[in-house]
């Protein structure tokens, strides 16, 4: 029997109710797509980061707060949402393991911004007041239906994993990629100029979406396709 790959999921904090959470959806698409999830704890301890590291085949960056504009050496504007700083230092420590180990990592909305945000990239704050646009990058619910399309690059993995130079996707954020990292190629490209979509060409697996395939993955068959090359490229680093 094939053994399934066991895929770190970052945990999303709650303030209020001071506990760790996760939505179903990025379990759920990480199991269909022939992975094992497991949502880690937020940690610093270099030891059990290194267990972590050393347990896990591939690590999912989630949604969830803001990244800490002091991440990419801004000065947090009004605008700029709830950011959890205990969260920025660990994905900093865990994703600087994984770029060592070439350890697989997907990000989803939140998770492409910490990409580019901790790779030398920066960021805007808040879309509607820095740069604003026509298209709906934060869509209201149901969260898996499509509120806008990407133009998908040619010559990128997504472009050879999808066959097709349009995309319809959804959206829910209010920050995103404002200078690419140096060490980040764009995948995809929203109608207004947007980053939708990264990866690492000097690494076997290191990607990040700006849409939610977590939502999506059950109507639409890219979402499905993107879970799945990553389970299949942490599946790759077990074996």
């Known amino acids: 029997m094939t053994k399934r790959p066991l895929i770190g999921l970052i945990p999303l904090y709650d303030e209020e109710k001071e506990s760790l959470w996760m939505l179903p959806g990025y379990m759920d698409g990480i199991v269909e797509a022939g992975g094992t999830p497991l949502m880690l704890p937020l940690t610093l301890d270099d030891e059990m980061l290194a267990q972590l590291m050393a347990l896990c085949d591939g ?42 180990k070439d350890k697989p990592v997907l990000g989803i909305c939140r998770g492409i911004q910490f990409l580019n945000a901790v790779l030398g990239g920066t960021l805007y704050q808040d879309l509607p007041q820095q740069k604003p646009s026509e ?13 806008h399309e990407v ?3 040619e010559d990128t993995p997504l472009y050879e994993l999808l066959g097709a130079e349009r995309l ?37 697996f290191v990607w990040g979406v700006q849409w ?18 990553f389970v299949e490229a942490a599946q790759s680093t077990g074996n």
């Open 151 to 153: 133009t998908i690059v």
């Open 135 to 147: 298209l709906e990058h934060h869509q209201k619910p149901p969260y898996d239906v499509p509120s």
């Open 168 to 204: 319809s996707v959804n959206s829910y954020h209010h920050q995103a990629v404002k200078r690419l990292s140096p060490r980040l190629t764009a995948m995809a490209y929203a109608a207004d100029g947007l980053v939708e979509a990264v990866y690492m060409k000097e690494k076997s």
């Open 212 to 229: 939610h395939p977590e939502f999506s993955y059950k109507t639409e068959e890219s979402s499905r396709r993107i879970l799945g090359k």
């Open 59 to 100: 690590f999912l960056l989630t949604g969830g707060h803001d990244v800490s504009p002091e991440l990419y050496g801004e000065t947090p504007i009004k605008a700029c949402g709830a950011c959890c700083p205990a969260r920025d230092a660990m994905e900093q420590k865990l994703f600087a393991l994984a770029l060592e």
